[in-house]
């Protein structure tokens, strides 16, 4: 649930440039340890080799650390992809020993790639060029035995074709996999939006048509009920009883349009809103609930005002629902900006088996995410909701 802008983490490619290029530098201890324990008569070679690809997996993950590899994530893996094929056919020109195993390598690098950042055919076709090239290249320029060498370029070239072929079956599928999110997304959005501007109707409504109505009866029989001869005690008595009723159904009526779209929220914008959300949220659950705001300006576009109200709404309903918690805290911040919510509660934490059944996560991080922002949930003592959204061009009050 991060603020990149594919929406779901399995299609982003920064994570699996990080697992690549972990992967890659775990397998230099393993392999390096090995190759010493045999091949100890290329000690400086094998030690330049492996420095290499240290030095190269160690960049690229460093890289997707920085604004720059996040921003470019496909180039920062291709120059890995190109420097560690280049890195082992140099190594196979200084030691020629063994052709084959090298091209299995070779060919399990290309094949990684493929599954890793599925490139577009071009790209993988220049993969596999560079690869194919330079084995050959090293190949002919160093002294060795040339049956061994043209059967390895041939797996070689085999594993090339295969490589291109399956990562152009892969793009397809993740392109299509793609697609489907972002219509799903697109899909969530307009409904968050109908759902939003229905509530808006009904709770307008409610409190205007259907309140003012009550509101009027009440004020009839009041009327009634004073003008009543004395001798009707009884009656008078059951008026005073509809007035009553209806009095209160106009304070019910008015709870429930507060519920669907607080008008505070509209007149006075979000922290007056959160204020009586909080108080009423105290009273009715028994959980201590504090609000604090840190340079938030006094209004925001008001797409930003609802979300974080409905985003508040539904984490405070799940600290009600399932956190068994005493206290909740509520902050609000700006940061460079950056709209940042906090929900901190001192409950039970999210379930262990790492399983949230139910979609109102999965709608907090539709709305966030609809806006450009993100969601983190953690548990620690307690839980922790974090919800960063974009607001450029707001100045605090
Ligand atoms: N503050 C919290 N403390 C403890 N567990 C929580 C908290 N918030 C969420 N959870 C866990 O995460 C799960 C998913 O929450 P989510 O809001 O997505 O669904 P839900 O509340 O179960 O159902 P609904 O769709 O009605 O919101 C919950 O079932 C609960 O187990
Ligand atoms: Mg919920």
Redesign the pocket.
């Known amino acids: 649930m991060a603020a990149e802008k594919d929406a779901f983490a399995d299609l982003r490619l920064t994570p699996r440039l990080r697992s690549a290029t972990l992967i890659l530098l775990g397998l230099v201890p393993l392999f390096l340890l090995l190759d010493l324990r045999y091949q100890s008569a290329r000690r400086p070679a094998l030690a330049v080799f492996y420095g290499v690809h240290a030095a190269l997996s160690g960049a690229a993950l460093l890289a997707t650390f920085t604004a720059t590899g996040r921003r470019r994530p496909d180039h920062v893996a291709l120059l890995l992809i190109l420097g560690l094929a280049t890195n082992i056919n140099v190594f196979f020109h200084r030691v020629p020993a063994n052709p084959a195993l090298i091209s299995d390598v070779l060919t399990l690098l290309m094949m990684s790639s493929a599954f890793f950042f599925s490139w577009s055919a071009l790209r993988q076709v220049i993969v596999c060029l560079v690869t194919c090239g330079g084995f050959a290249l090293a190949g002919m320029m160093a002294p060795h035995e040339a049956a061994p060498f043209g059967y390895a370029f041939g797996v070689l070239v085999l594993g090339a074709v295969v490589t291109t072929t399956g990562s152009r079956v892969l793009g397809r599928y993740r392109e299509g996999l793609a697609r489907r999110q972002t219509e799903l997304a697109e899909l969530s959005t307009r409904l968050m939006s109908v759902q939003e501007e229905e509530r808006h109707r009904l709770s307008r409504d409610l409190h205007e048509d259907i309140g003012q109505s009550l509101a009027a009866v009440s004020a009839y029989l009041q009327a009634i009920e004073q003008q009543l001869p004395p001798g009707l005690g009884e009656l008078r008595a059951r008026a005073a009883d509809a007035r009553r009723l209806a009095a209160k159904t106009v304070a019910q009526l008015r709870q429930v349009s507060q519920l669907l779209r607080p008008s505070v929220l509209d007149d006075y914008g979000l922290m007056p809103s959160l204020q009586t959300y909080l108080k009423d949220f105290q009273e009715r659950h028994g959980v201590a609930a504090t609000l604090s705001s840190e340079g938030v300006p006094e209004r925001l576009p008001p797409p930003i005002e609802t979300a974080i109200y409905r985003v508040v709404q539904?984490?405070l309903?799940?600290?009600a629902?399932?956190?068994?918690?005493r206290h909740?805290r509520v902050a609000l911040a700006t940061e460079r900006g950056e709209l940042r919510l906090r929900?901190d509660?001192d409950?039970?934490?999210?379930?262990p088996d790492g399983?949230?059944?139910?979609?109102?996560?999965?709608?907090?991080r539709e709305r966030v995410q609809a806006l450009g922002g993100s969601l983190t949930?953690a548990?620690r003592a307690?839980?922790s909701?974090v919800v960063r959204l974009p607001i450029r061009g707001e100045r605090a009050a």
């Open positions: 539904e984490a309903s799940n600290v629902r399932h956190a068994r918690a909740v929900v509660d409950g039970v934490g999210l379930p399983r949230y059944p139910g979609t109102g996560l999965v709608g907090i949930v548990s307690g839980t909701l």
